[in-house]
């Protein structure tokens, strides 16, 4: 019996380290982007992040529409994929090229059609991110692949890192958007090189036509929903940009920003490890289905707590952190707070699809997401602006996530009642915690910093004091998922 649990057994402690290593990874990240988010804000004007938007959706385009999803193809393919890693290193050197040139030569018609000259210099050097992404080292596939996360920690933290000193320093003497693109650049320097020192393998030019059909067959299905993905996330960007003006987009991409980045997150890390994780069980769909609920519920527990406390005190840290100059942003965070929460649990759905080999289900249901968007949001931002915007997003994620999550319950052979207790009680358990913010709101004002950090850390409280008395009461086993967790980190340490 012990020779049969012993896979499973390591499988699980892979899956715990690597949920730690990247969660790690994500907090010092995050950390440091949101500190880098308040300097920036600070000191640059919206205007300045509504170029560097104009720069990234140009980027975010053209790398959409060239998408190979050869790395999600090696790291779903079973057994050895060494002798992949030069034909998918040589097509990405390639792709990064043709992408760099494209935006070389574009960006004056990019500039005219945003009505924005100023942006043309910016694109072009931008594009030189591109060129060292695509020549970074093949064999970081393997930090996820095979959950060795502690690499894809170091690599990606120097990236993080030196991206966060450069564009602080640069901010503090140019205090425009130049500042942005140079952090972009010394990151991507440090990412190329970090990539070199991690691994000593050394790929090479070299092209076979048979192992790129072979991986594009997979990757095909990454790619159109890679292009779907691009269409409903970075649309509303161009369509902002276009018609309300660069003020508008740097006021719109802040929002998104600090309404997405709780659940954005937590939506990263999870599906970093539980895709790899489910590939390995994908012949096993019992498991398959036990896995996807506890990562469902661990996701539903976090963003709901998240969202919620967003809703309700976006106000008070868009006045507090960001300054007056930012508060045309408040309505739109309250409303893309919700679309964060949906995207996280629709986020929970990917990795089960292209686990089983069926990415094609996600392509389908990013394209009815986008079907909504095409109908409805052209005349609701020009109607209201950009909570117009905001909100057709909100319904499209919503319609989508429907199916998705519908789609997951049927391949795991889920029961609705098992994916429904572990949405329900956090959404309760939100609701409270949005209600007792409400009141307390009414009897204190928040006046400074202190007083915003207070208020969050009683909406947490009431949020987690709720999960505990559903867990009692209704065998929610939030706290016994938590548990679980914690003597499987302590299992791994000892």
């Not at 997979?218 to 161009?238: E, I, N, P, R």
């Not at 469902?296 to 406390?309: E, I, K, R």
């Not at 199916?403 to 098992?418: D, H, N, P, Q, V």
Request: hydrophobic share 55%; proline share 3%; glycine share 6%.
């Amino acid at each position: 019996m012990r020779n049969k649990k012993k896979p499973d057994e390591s499988l699980g402690s892979k899956v715990v380290r690597g949920g730690i290593w990247v969660f790690s990874l994500r907090i010092l990240e995050k950390g440091l982007g949101f500190v880098r988010l308040i300097i920036l804000a600070r000191l640059l004007s919206p205007d300045d992040f509504g170029l560097f938007g104009i720069a990234l959706l140009t980027i975010s385009t053209l790398e959409t529409f060239s998408q190979t999803g050869f790395q999600t193809a090696l790291i779903q393919k079973k057994g050895n994929i060494t002798d992949y890693l030069d034909t998918a290193w040589t097509v990405s050197v390639i792709r990064s090229a043709l992408i760099f040139a494209v935006m070389f030569f574009s960006a004056p018609y990019v500039a005219f059609f945003f009505n924005t000259p100023e942006a043309s210099p910016v694109i072009r050097v931008i594009g030189a991110s591109i060129l060292l992404r695509g020549l970074t080292n093949i064999k970081v596939v393997y930090f996820q692949k095979d959950l060795e996360f502690n690499k894809q920690f170091l690599y990606k933290l120097s990236i993080s890192a030196v991206d966060f000193v450069v564009v602080v320093v640069s901010a503090l003497i140019l205090e425009n958007v130049w500042a942005l693109v140079l952090g972009l650049i010394a990151g991507g320097i440090a990412g190329l090189l970090t990539s070199y020192l991690i691994d000593p393998y050394r790929p090479a030019f070299r092209l076979n036509m048979e192992k790129a059909r072979e991986l594009f067959h997979f990757g095909k299905w990454v790619f159109g929903s890679s292009m779907l993905v691009f269409l409903v996330t970075q649309g509303d960007d161009a369509l902002v940009g276009k018609f309300l003006g660069i003020t508008a987009l740097g006021f719109y991409q802040m929002a998104y920003k600090i309404s997405n980045l709780p659940t954005t997150e937590i939506a990263h890390v999870i599906s970093q490890v539980t895709f790899p994780a489910y590939a390995k069980m994908q012949e096993n769909i019992k498991r398959l289905k036990e896995s996807y609920l506890k990562v469902l519920q661990l996701t539903s527990f976090l963003s709901f707590m998240a969202a919620f406390l967003i809703f309700i005190l976006s106000e008070d840290f868009t006045l507090l952190i960001l300054g007056d100059k930012w508060s045309p942003v408040v309505p739109a965070i309250k409303i893309l707070a919700f679309a964060g929460l949906l995207r996280a649990i629709a986020s929970t759905t990917g990795p089960v699809f292209q686990a089983l080999g069926l990415p094609e289900i996600g392509t389908k249901w990013q394209a009815v997401r986008f079907i909504v968007m095409l109908v409805f949001i052209y005349p609701l931002t020009v109607r209201f602006g950009i909570p117009g915007t905001s909100f057709v997003v909100l319904a499209s994620i919503f319609i989508s996530a429907l199916g998705f999550s519908f789609e997951a319950i049927r391949l795991t052979k889920c029961r609705i009642k098992e994916f429904m207790k572990v949405v329900f009680f956090p959404f309760l358990c939100g609701l409270v915690m949005i209600f007792a913010l409400y009141l307390l709101k009414n009897l204190f004002e928040v006046n400074n910093i202190l007083d915003l950090f207070k208020f969050s850390v009683f909406g947490i409280a009431v949020f987690i004091i709720m999960a505990y008395v559903f867990d009692k009461l209704f065998n929610y086993k939030m706290f016994f998922l938590i548990q679980n967790s914690i003597n499987a980190i302590r299992g791994i340490r000892s």
